[in-house]
């Protein structure tokens, strides 16, 4: 197949398709309206189902649904959706089902608006519903990259059966860039899913789809093997881009969209001859720490850039273990850092005077 | 090569399709290209623009900040777009609609009375075209063949038909720019 030329969030779409999802549950919300509106046309084309819910809350629980019967099913919704499927998320998790749930974020608290934001890290990485759990939360910041990482999604949460977040914005959304959707690179070797309410035929014992547990003991049971697979996952599934780590005077940390932005404004700074780097975590959780070893000791500075007041900050300043000192610069609400104000934070910590 | 365009006007002046046909065609002779489009609680009649950009390199952002050229359809986006060009570069100005002037000196000024030339062709619907042709005369960064198949693909069933009056408004603006210099 050659390269096409496609939206965000159309590339979100066939490319779940591609990754073998068959059922899509929504209910509308901007800037994501063309996951659904795409999807409402393909999954009937390959055998599938689109259900347009009445809420939020009915689809992220159809969702439950179809996963606990074994389905790869999935939702997509922006920021205020997003919260309003956590109770959900929160029982998915519990009961160790895959799915994968979509976040084209936007500007918050509330509302807020529809413009690009990254103002729900910590709703994605600390866990927006209750409970000891965790969610794979990716976050790509071109559309071959949310191509690939949207078509292995499905195989990866079948593998841990835990869900899987995927944190865009509506620029991610709504730009379009060439894309070529090929069948996931990572095979996995999945288990049967022999949990799943398939119907007994009178020979096996019910299985019961389930995240209540009043005994203590037994829930504790529970958490700690949730917490093997969390481990499992941070051993084998950080991902992350690492730019002129080793020899940069300042290391700037970025995701997604914003990370484009600070790579333009590191390449203004490499012709004025600053030495710059880049780490770009693509994936949130697990966080890459280890991508922050290679930073020299007398690295004058961490610059974490954010479109929030400081989220991911958190985690820089945990991987960089008091190591070298973290600064932030964010801008939120829908406004976009510009190149030219994110050089200027990177010269004064060059200079020392932040 | 490196070209940022910012293309802006009213919406269903076209100019999100203007761009999205010089992206496609740049990607289609190999260019790496992006296309980012304003999006918002608008409307026909609202401001609609989008952010082009062809380069031989990966491109980092795909918000423009600095432009090496824009396409200016109505008023309110010359006042806005006009601070982004970046000294030497160019704008593209709809003359049948906008009728105040660049303030800067600069810059490179085309004035292209895009709806006048559009209505000769027999088409009020192509002054897109013509700007897309008059910003081609300056930067020919791909060929009209290209341009051509790349309508054909994205121009099926019934809208066929119009492939070649957008064709002739592409090659008016061309030709438009290649008389005045």
Known sequence: MTKKLMKGNEVIGEAAINGGC?????????????????????????????????????????????????????TSSSSPGIALKQEGISYIAGAMLPCVIVNMVRGGPGLGGIQ????????ATRGGGNGDYRLIVYAPNNLQETADIMSEAFETSDYYRVPVMILGDGMIGQMMEPVEITPPKKKRNLPAKDWATTGTDGKRKPNIINSLYLNPAQLEEHNLKLEKIYEDIKANEVRYEAYNVEDA???????????????????????????????????LWPYPDEAFDKIKKDCKGLLCVEMSLGQMIDDVKIAANGRWKSYFYGRTGGMIPEPEDIKNEIKKIIRGEK | ???????????????????????????NEGKQVSWLPSYGPEMRGGTANCHVILSDAPVSSPIITKATSIIIMNNPSLGKFEPLVIPGGDIFVNSSLVDIEVERNDVNVYKIPANQLAIKLGSDKIPNMIMLGAYLAKH?????????????????GKKAAFIPVNLSGVQEGIDFINQIK
């Open chain 1, 22 to 74: 068959r059922y899509f549950f929504g209910y509308p919300i901007t800037p994501q309206n063309e996951v659904p509106e795409y999807l409402s046309k393909r999954l009937p084309e390959v055998g599938g189902m689109f259900v347009q819910a009445e809420s939020e809350i009915a689809a992220i629980n159809m969702v439950y649904g179809a996963a606990g019967s074994g389905a790869r099913a999935m």
């Open chain 1, 116 to 123: 690009p934001s990254q103002c729900d890290y910590f709703q």
């Open chain 1, 249 to 283: 005077d300042v290391v700037c940390v970025a995701y997604g969209t914003t990370s484009r932005i600070v790579k333009s404004a590191i390449m203004e700074c490499e012709e004025e001859g600053l030495k710059v780097g880049l780490i770009r975590p693509i994936t």
């Open chain 2, 1 to 27: 090569m490196n070209e940022k365009i910012i293309m802006a006007g009213f919406g269903g002046q076209g100019v999100m399709l203007i761009g999205q046909l010089l992206t496609y065609s740049g990607m």
């Open chain 2, 140 to 156: 020919p960064v791909v060929s009209m063949d290209t341009l051509k198949s790349v309508m054909e693909k994205t121009m099926q």
